[in-house]
């Protein structure tokens, strides 16, 4: 019953909260929290802790230990009521936080700013200095942008930056460029219109009314009464319609040039005057001077002694191009006159247009001032070319025509003109001449080259045309000849010899000799003296043959001499071969020369026979073994030459012998080498050294003294690497 009651109390209680639960009345700014119960899931940390309420003292057990206005415990956790109440809502909260505050983001974004940081320096909030900023774009700034869209500041800005070479701003250089695009530069289109170009007018000058082509120099009259004004000098010089004639001239290179008119007071009583032109482009006459009565004021230097000073005289330096200078008239004073055109080495006085103008003034006392710029032109005034030469003119004288020359030298010709019969431009009728020389005849040579020959003229004793006889010549050369070619090759010889030998031929000859191969039936075609057998002077004579006379002079004689195993030869000349026999023990071997025409061996038991053609001097070959050299023949084309022998190593007998107390011996050195010579007693011991060190090939002499040595035999030995020789000697005190 108990139970019941606790039960039915917690639902009544829990029904009273849900029922009484409220809504609670808020002002601006405030948002109600309703009447709740909240788990504060034994921590209380939950919703309702921060309005004061206490978590209850325990909840254990899970029994529903109710407490009025606190909570009650659940299976949960601990529960609170919570009663309604308002709460400041934090959407009315300024930007610093402060609720139902007034601060705000001012324009920067910046709380309860002033709108400052982000002022630019026109004072423009958020602005881009536009405001305030100069033509450069600075701000509060004062420069300017030029013409060239540079930035300044000197408002005496020049436009320099973008000026280009003609002066004008932000051009493109076409205002004052050549034809080749550079400017200020000084190309110009050629007669055909190609810049630089070398096509030229063969017909210079410009059609400018009255006038004439002269080289200089040029002395000539005229008259220029009734004539038209062409050129109309500048305003207070020369006034007056009257006519004028121009004398046109060339200069191809800078030239002092002197015009004159003297005489022409004297000889026509006329006042003349002067005027040069240059018309080098015919578009663009200018005139470079002027003068009137030049010789008679003292304003140049000129020699006038035979001159009127009404004569008027111009001397200037004039660069290459076209002039015209014109004799003129007053309206009042036309008529005749004289005129000379010249080059001279130097300018006495270079005309002056300060002078001349200077000279005008003191003489009409008017105050004139004009410029050479102030010339005009009355006439229509053009430079028709009508015909150019050039690399781009054709021959007939027009651009771009390509009629050119054909070869008989016909402009646009067909070449008919130089033809010859045989159809050849400019031939001479060779090709189509018959052996006669007729254009297209018929004579021919014959084989022996004679025009309508037979042949007869040429052919040969064995009736070959153009033969040389070989076709029936004997060996000899004879024509019909009966001698004949021998075995070895030589006309109408006895088979013994060749004719002329070659190393292979050597070769042969020396294989022949050391095999004892040959046989007066069989010479091999090398028995060189037509002895009737083969030997070394065979070989020499055929060296003789082949080597001819273009070497050192022969040799007289030939030195042998042994090294060791070798063999050396020395000569005074040239040597043609070597014969050498040696002999030796058994197992010998040997090794001969290569600086020699031919060298070849042949051993036979303990003899060793060797041929050497033509030996350079030194070692001639090294043997395995000691050797005794037997016998030499060596020999010239002269014939046989002397040879001295080897010296054997060896001692000559002592002498006295006996002896007391010294004796005297030789030992002969077959080459240079170590040596030692030693005194032994009959018992084999050394008692004294004569000798230890090295001797040259040769005789050398010794003496031994025994003063010191007992009375007895003794046995002098010499001992190299390869020798030992010894002799006995008797000691007799």
């Not at 008027?312 to 004799?327: D, K, M, R």
């Not at 050299?629 to 080897?646: F, K, R």
Request: with cysteine.
């Amino acid at each position: 019953m108990k139970s019941f009651f606790k039960t039915f109390l917690m639902a009544f209680s829990l029904i009273f909260i849900m029922t009484s639960a409220a809504q609670a009345d808020c002002p601006e700014g405030y948002y109600a929290i309703e009447e709740n119960s909240c788990c504060t899931d034994g921590t209380y940390n939950g919703c309702c802790g921060q309005y004061g309420y206490t978590q209850p003292s325990s909840c254990s057990g899970g029994d529903p230990n109710f407490q009025p206005n606190y909570g009650y415990c659940g299976s949960g956790g601990c529960y609170v009521w919570c009663p309604a109440v308002c709460q400041p809502d934090p959407a009315y909260n300024d930007c610093l936080g402060n609720h139902m505050g007034d601060a705000t983001y001012d324009v920067c974004g910046v709380c309860d700013g002033d709108g400052s940081t982000c002022a630019d320096e026109c004072g423009v909030p958020n602005g881009d200095n536009s405001t305030c900023s100069d033509d450069c774009g600075v701000p509060n700034g004062n420069g300017y942008v030029d013409a060239c869209g540079v930035c300044d500041e000197d408002p005496s800005n020049d436009n320099s930056t973008c000026t280009d070479e003609c002066g004008v701003v932000n051009g493109d250089n076409s205002t004052c460029s050549d034809c080749a695009g550079v400017p200020n530069g000084n190309s110009t289109l050629d007669a055909c219109g190609i810049c630089d170009g070398g096509n030229e007018c063969a017909d210079l000058g410009c059609e400018v009314g009255e006038s004439e082509l002269v080289t200089l120099p040029f002395t000539g009259t005229g008259n220029n009464t009734g004539l038209v004004n062409d050129f109309t000098s500048p305003q207070g010089w020369a006034d007056g319609p009257g006519g004028d004639y121009a004398y046109g001239f060339e200069l191809t290179e800078t030239t002092n040039v002197s015009i004159g008119m003297c005489g022409t007071y004297y000889n026509h009583s006329h006042d003349a005057f002067l005027e040069l032109y240059d018309a080098t482009d015919c578009d663009n006459i200018n005139m470079v001077a002027y003068n009137d009565d030049g010789y008679g004021w003292y304003y140049y230097d000129y020699d006038y002694s035979t001159c009127d000073g009404l004569d008027s005289f111009i001397q200037v330096t004039l660069e290459p191009g076209f002039y015209y200078a014109v004799a003129g008239g007053y309206a009042d004073d036309e008529g005749g006159y004289e005129i000379s055109i010249e080059s001279n080495d130097v300018v006495t006085t270079p005309w002056s247009h300060e002078l001349e103008l200077q000279a005008i003034r003191d003489k009409s006392g008017i105050s004139h001032n004009f410029e050479l710029t102030d010339a005009t032109f009355s006439a229509d005034i053009s430079r028709e070319c009508s015909f150019v030469e050039g690399p781009d003119a054709g021959c007939d004288g027009v651009c771009f025509s390509e009629a050119t020359l054909d070869e008989c030298g016909e402009c646009a010709g067909d070449n008919s003109t130089c033809t010859d019969e045989c159809g050849v431009i400019n031939g001479d009728n060779s090709t189509c001449s018959d052996c006669a020389g007729t254009p297209n005849g018929e004579a021919e040579l014959d084989e022996c080259g004679v025009c309508a020959g037979d042949n007869s003229t040429c052919t040969d004793e064995c009736g070959v045309i153009n033969g040389d006889n070989s076709t029936c010549a004997d060996c000899a050369g004879t024509p019909n000849g009966d001698l004949e070619l021998d075995e070895c090759g030589v006309c109408d010889g006895n088979s013994s010899s060749y004719a002329s030998f070659d190393i292979l031929d050597i070769v042969t000859a020396v294989d022949a000799i050391l095999d004892d191969a040959w046989s007066s039936d069989n010479l091999y075609c090398s028995d060189a003296n037509d002895d009737g057998a083969l030997d070394i002077v065979d070989i020499i004579l055929m060296v003789e043959a082949i080597l001819g006379s273009n070497r050192i002079v022969d040799a007289s004689e030939v030195t042998l001499s042994k090294e060791n195993y070798s063999l050396i030869y020395n000569a005074d000349g040239f040597v043609g071969g070597l014969q050498i026999t040696l002999s030796h023990s058994d197992n010998f071997d040997i090794n001969l020369t290569a600086n020699a025409m031919v060298a070849d061996y042949k051993t036979t038991g303990s003899l060793t026979t060797i041929i050497i053609a033509a030996p350079d001097q030194g070692q001639l070959f090294t043997a395995s073994s000691d050797f005794m050299v037997e016998e030499v023949i060596a020999g010239t084309s002269a014939g046989e030459i002397m040879v001295a022998m080897p010296i054997e190593f060896s001692l000559s007998s002592a002498y006295p012998n006996p002896f007391n107390p010294s004796t005297s011996f030789n030992l002969n050195m077959s080459s240079s080498e170590m040596v030692s010579i030693d005194v032994y007693n009959v018992m084999g011991q050394r008692v004294d050294i004569i000798h230890n060190g090295e001797l040259s090939a040769g005789v050398h002499s010794f003496s031994w003294n025994g003063a010191d040595i007992a009375s007895g035999a003794y046995f002098i030995r010499a001992t190299i690497a390869s020798n030992v020789t010894a002799q006995k000697v008797m000691l007799m005190k």
